[in-house]
């Protein structure tokens, strides 16, 4: 059973950074692309951050320059770092992965919420 577990949200001020943790089980890391995600009540999904199998990123306009993904393929793990919060970052966060695309398997998320 494929499994994704976020970590790292929290309640954070503006300007502030986070980095978010996605730790996969029951899955062939090595051979999934993976991504961050974040939803505001009301909003659609909004895609942020990817990182193919082979490691090539790509990001949205919204938080290019500020967010960073990152992977440790040993650890099943995919990390969001995230620089210079600022309100409208408040959301919940989710990673997914998938060996076709990187939205087969998803975690339950994790809230940030950044104060101004």
Not at 6 to 17: H, I, K, M, R
Not at 36 to 61: F, I
Not at 81 to 106: I, K, R
Request: glycine letters at 10%; charged letters at 15%.
């Amino acid at each position: 059973q494929v499994q994704l577990v976020e970590s790292g949200g929290g309640l954070v001020q503006a300007g502030d950074a986070l980095r978010l943790s996605c730790t996969a089980s029951g899955i062939v890391f090595t051979m999934v692309h993976t991504a961050w995600h974040r939803q505001v009540p009301g909003k659609q999904r909004e895609l942020l951050a990817a990182m193919s199998s082979t490691g090539r990123a790509t990001y949205a306009d919204s938080v290019k320059g500020r967010f960073t993904i990152s992977r440790d393929n040993p650890k099943n793990t995919v990390y969001l770092q995230m620089n210079s919060l600022e309100p409208e970052d408040t959301a919940v966060y989710y990673c997914a992965a998938g060996y076709f695309v990187a939205s087969e398997y998803w975690g339950l998320g994790t809230q940030v919420t950044v104060s101004s």
